[in-house]
């Protein structure tokens, strides 16, 4: 008897693999504390004596969070925008 074996399908020729590399960049608008006798901005920052319960520079630039931490007060919710920018690479 004879047995017939298929060969490994061979690779399809001429397949056209594209690689795309994206960069993309997403923005949220973050308020400051709206208590008038406050104001503290909300977010981390590095400067000494300013604002000193958000003074965190290992935290510099992220956002507070819905509780000031200055006065206590609630905060405005931060507002996504999405993405604001995005770049593809071929
Ligand atoms: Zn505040």
Known sequence: M???IDPAPAPT????????R???????VVRAC?????????VF??????NVAHYDPE????PVGPICLCCG??????EPQGEIWSREYR
Do not use: F, I, W, Y
Not at 45 to 50: A, W
Not at 59 to 62: E, F, G, L, N
Not at 73 to 78: N, Q, S
């Open 45 to 50: 920052h590095d400067v000494p004596g300013v």
């Open 22 to 28: 994206r960069q993309s960049l997403e923005a949220s």
């Open 59 to 62: 935290r510099k630039d992220q």
């Open 13 to 20: 020729q001429g397949a056209d693999v594209t690689l795309r």
């Open 73 to 78: 007060a609630e905060r405005p919710a931060d």
């Open 34 to 42: 709206t208590n008038p006798e406050c104001g503290a901005g909300g």
């Open 2 to 4: 004879n047995t017939m």
